[in-house]
């Protein structure tokens, strides 16, 4: 049966989706990970289209999203999701809800544009720091009530880098859309 949730292992850049979501910085600029692969597999229209954005737009907030044309990459569409820095303390709850706010405004710029197959990676996870189970509790959970909402779009692939967080999705995703037959 076709699955709108899945996880795969492997490289975002990879996918011919309709838009992969970049782990992307306020400032738009490409840093290491996984915005930087996306970035030299994308080729410099890429940094081209962000800077235009970023001087028509200014900064784009954490927990906000930008779309962006693909240039080398397999996909149509590059969304730039900007997710927080993670803090432990007082600060916690916010980050939270900011990551989930990445998610989900990441996916109404996909239905806003008509995008059916979207391919995320573990936002926040990596140099901002997000505890990876509870950042993939708030990336499967937001997708999850989107999508009951939201019939276009067909297929959200959650992308994992490593066999760490591969195990991590797919714990997860057993647990958090146990029942949800319509949606795995
Ligand atoms: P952030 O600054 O939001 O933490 P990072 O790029 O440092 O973003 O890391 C986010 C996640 O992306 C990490 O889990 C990292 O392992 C993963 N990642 C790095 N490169 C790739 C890639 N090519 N494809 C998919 N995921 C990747």
Sequence with gaps: MHKRIMMIKGDITHLPVDAIVNAARTSLRSGGGVSGAIHRAAGPKLKKLCQQQRH?????????????????LPSRKVIHAVGPVWRWGWRATLKQSQLASAYQNSLLLAVEHGL????????????YHFPRLLAARIAITTVRD???SNPVISQVIF??????????????????LKGEDDLC
């Design 56 to 72: 028509q737009q200014g900064a784009c907030p954490t927990g906000h999203a930008v779309i962006t044309d693909a240039g080398n």
């Design 146 to 148: 989107f999508l009951k």
């Design 116 to 127: 059916q197959t979207i391919a995320f990676p573990a936002i926040s996870t990596g140099h």
């Design 159 to 176: 992308v994992c880098f490593s066999e760490r967080d591969a195990a991590i999705y797919q714990t997860s995703l057993d647990f958090y």
